[in-house]
């Protein structure tokens, strides 16, 4: 029955991205793995509250966003002792032109954009196993 699997605790995926397609194919795709559920912010300046409100296990982030950038959002996410150890995954189409803000901050979870949708949702299952039986 679907009841057992709906009282497990699924791992809470918040994605900081303004682009809406790229948006919605990364909600719908972790959405869709066994686990799993994402939820979306287009605005740098609300992923910190969501990300509490939520109980976030993992946090994907865009460099270029309104509000915030991701680096801000980054930096203020590794200050706050409640959510300071939380995974955060870069997804970004500038990647090559922030390799010094990656390097200064020791940032190694990094996808380019265009990505391939199977590594990037291999990259979550590493970052946020659904072993670990989510927060909250």
Same mark, same amino acid.
């Given at each position: 029955?679907?009841?057992?699997?709906?009282? @497990? #605790? #699924?791992?809470?995926? *918040? &994605?900081?991205?303004?682009?809406? /397609? &790229?948006?919605? +194919? +990364?909600?719908?795709?972790?959405?869709?793995?066994?686990?799993?559920?994402?939820? *979306?912010?287009?605005?740098?300046?609300? *992923?910190?509250?969501?990300? @509490?409100?939520?109980?976030?296990?993992?946090? &994907?982030?865009?460099?270029?966003? /309104?509000? +915030?950038?991701?680096?801000?959002?980054?930096?203020?996410?590794?200050?706050?002792?409640?959510?300071?150890?939380? /995974? *955060?995954?870069? $997804?970004?189409?500038?990647?090559? +032109?922030?390799?010094?803000?990656?390097?200064?901050?020791?940032?190694?979870? $990094? &996808?380019?954009?265009?990505?391939?949708?199977?590594?990037?949702?291999?990259?979550? @299952?590493?970052?946020?196993?659904?072993?670990?039986?989510? #927060?909250?």
């Amino acid at each position: 029955m679907d009841d057992m699997s709906e009282d @497990r #605790k #699924k791992n809470v995926v *918040v &994605i900081g991205e303004d682009d809406e /397609p &790229i948006a919605t +194919l +990364l909600r719908d795709s972790i959405n869709d793995e066994d686990g799993y559920q994402a939820v *979306v912010v287009s605005d740098g300046a609300l *992923v910190l509250e969501t990300v @509490r409100q939520v109980h976030a296990d993992l946090l &994907i982030l865009d460099i270029m966003m /309104p509000g +915030l950038n991701g680096f801000e959002v980054f930096d203020r996410v590794r200050a706050d002792t409640d959510i300071r150890d939380m /995974p *955060v995954l870069f $997804v970004s189409a500038a990647t090559n +032109l922030f390799q010094e803000e990656f390097a200064q901050r020791t940032i190694k979870d $990094v &996808i380019s954009k265009p990505f391939d949708l199977n590594d990037l949702l291999a990259r979550v @299952r590493v970052l946020c196993p659904t072993d670990a039986g989510g #927060k909250g």
